[in-house]
């Protein structure tokens, strides 16, 4: 068992007391959940993949000046993470018509969209992750007007960024949903990315063959959902050797 204080239990991750004061330790599981936890499931080696993949593209990103919660990948499912005050607000942002939006407007999915789209959902697993405007965000508080326009700006170099990134692996970015976070710093704060970027929060699908390779195949019982994702991580070349195989409980390393 862990000697490490459990700071939080999501879905897909649990977050620990870190080594210093101002971190964390981010530990990522192979349990999944769809539509507001009515499905749930296991994928075999996807918090090892997930840690994996997540590390590398946080890691270009902060490369190319987007701030992250991200400092280093400690073992094959823990990463180091500095602690930050998550904002309540899941930033989505669409570039081809799938999920909730082809239902709500009844577009079908694999339809471009005219420009990127950004969403905003609040974080309530109770009220079922409400879609929200910018006025609702800033009128109750769960972000200021500047906090906002900061996400915006850094969702949208994230999805140039990402969009480019996994084209050149043959996979389009279809959508993907961010988590900010405010991290103080000599009494001054900013807004960095913090939870994680995988095929558990992204749409992923072949340039040519339009094949899904991120969790639809869970959501959907498509089959072949640990390959999606280790198929995601072998394009950006960081399969772990000899497969995503691990030993299952949290190991402290000091
Ligand atoms: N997404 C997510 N967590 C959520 C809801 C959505 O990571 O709680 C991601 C999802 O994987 C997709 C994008 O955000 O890449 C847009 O999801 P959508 O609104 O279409 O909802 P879904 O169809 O996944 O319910």
Redesign the pocket.
């Known amino acids: 068992m862990s000697r490490r204080r459990r700071i939080y239990e999501g879905k897909a991750k649990v977050l620990f007391e870190g080594p210093e004061p101002g971190t964390l330790v981010q530990y990522f599981k192979d349990d999944a959940t ?3 936890n009515q499905k749930k499931g296991v994928i075999t080696g996807k918090g090892v993949l997930n840690n994996r993949i997540s590390e590398y593209l946080m890691t270009r990103l902060g490369e190319i000046g987007v701030p992250t919660h991200f400092v280093r990948r400690l073992n094959m499912r823990e990463q180091l993470i500095r602690e930050v005050e998550i904002i309540p607000i ?1 930033v ?1 942002v ?1 570039n081809v018509a ?6 709500r407007f009844g577009i079908p999915e694999g339809t471009a969209l005219p420009r990127s789209i950004v ?1 905003y ?1 609040y974080k309530s697993e109770e009220l079922g ?1 409400p879609m929200v405007s910018e006025e609702h965000i800033t009128a109750f508080g769960w972000a200021a007007p500047q906090d906002l326009d900061d996400m915006v700006a850094l969702s949208l170099r994230v999805n140039d960024y990402l969009s480019g990134l996994f084209l050149g692996i043959g996979l389009r970015l ?4 961010l988590e900010f976070g405010r991290l103080w710093e000599n009494e001054e704060m900013r807004i960095v990315l913090a939870d994680e970027i995988s095929p ?4 992923l699908w072949d340039i040519k063959t339009n094949e899904k390779l ?3 195949r869970f ?1 959907q019982d498509l089959g072949k959902v640990e390959e999606a994702y280790q198929e995601v991580a072998r394009r950006l070349g960081i399969l772990p050797e000899g497969g995503p195989v691990d030993v299952k409980a949290p190991k402290t390393i000091q």
């Open positions: 769809a539509f507001n899941e989505v669409r799938a999920g909730s939006l082809s239902k969403e959902y992750n279809v959508d993907f949903k558990d929060n992204c749409r991120d969790k639809d959501r």
